[in-house]
Structure formats: C-alpha cells, structure tokens
C-alpha cells in the first residue's frame, strides 16, 4: 500500500534498478508499460531480477480490501532481499536513498545494510558473506 504509485514507482527504478513490468490507472481500462504523467496510476508491477514488487494505493487497495481500512502506510514488516554483488548495488544505489543501518556483516554471516523507501517501508538488501579460505 502506498501513497502515490507513480511517484513510488519512479523511487524504485531511478534508485534501486528496478524496472515497471506493468501498471493499472484508475479507469482500469487496460495495462499500462509505462507510466505517463496524464494518467492517474493505482497500481504497479516492478520486478529487479529475481524479486517483483506490487505496489497498490492506498485508497484503491482499502477499496479493494475493507480490512486494511485501519491500517496505515509504513513499515510494521521489513522486506529482506538477497542480491548478488551487495557491494557494488551499495556503492551505485545507497547514495540515492536514505539508508537507515549501514553495510555491515552479521553474526550469522550475511552483509546486509538497510533502507527506508519514500512510503516509509523498510528493506533489507542481503548477500551471503565470502568466506575466508582455510589453509
């Protein structure tokens, strides 16, 4: 659920590579694959390899879903994403966004850093930390 897809839409492809696989307006008149400014968008399919994400807004989605009429917009969840090459997806998209726990390696041995996105909704980005050869 979030407050406005296009603008969601356009933070996660120009800061974190995702792509818009497709998008619904609000007349639900067909499928869109790109989103212009003349069309109000409620809902948005954007893919990063491996991972999609769909994105609804809010009054669609509480349309859609009367239960989630109480909910608010943000994080109660984190989103955890395992990616290849942490480094350099930190290097080319961290600077971009605001990252709330900086790259770093857990005790379970995972090199994760943390980001909130322009909903509020946290995402972990992950990948599985080398391990040092043993002679």
């Not at 356009?10 to 995702?18: A, P, V």
């Not at 497709?22 to 008149?29: E, F, S």
């Not at 893919?47 to 917009?73: H, R, Y």
């Not at 997806?89 to 390696?105: C, D, M, Q, R, Y």
Request: glycine share 8%; charged share 20%; with cysteine.
């Amino acid at each position: 659920m979030v407050r406005d897809v296009s603008k969601t839409v356009e933070f996660y492809c120009n800061n974190l590579g995702f792509q818009l696989i497709m998008a619904v307006p609000d007349t639900q008149d067909g499928i869109l694959t790109e989103i212009h400014q003349s069309r109000n968008v409620v809902y948005a399919l954007i893919g990063n390899g491996n991972v999609e994400i769909m994105l609804q807004s809010e009054e669609s989605l509480k349309s859609d879903l009367p239960a989630m009429a109480g909910i608010s917009i943000g994080a109660s969840v984190t989103l955890y994403i395992e990616i290849e090459d942490i480094g350099k997806f930190h290097a080319e998209n961290g600077p971009k966004v605001e990252v709330i726990k900086a790259l770093s390696t857990t005790w379970y041995g995972m090199n994760e850093f943390y980001i909130r996105d322009n909903n509020g909704y946290i995402l972990c980005f992950a990948e599985q930390a080398k391990q040092p050869d043993v002679p």
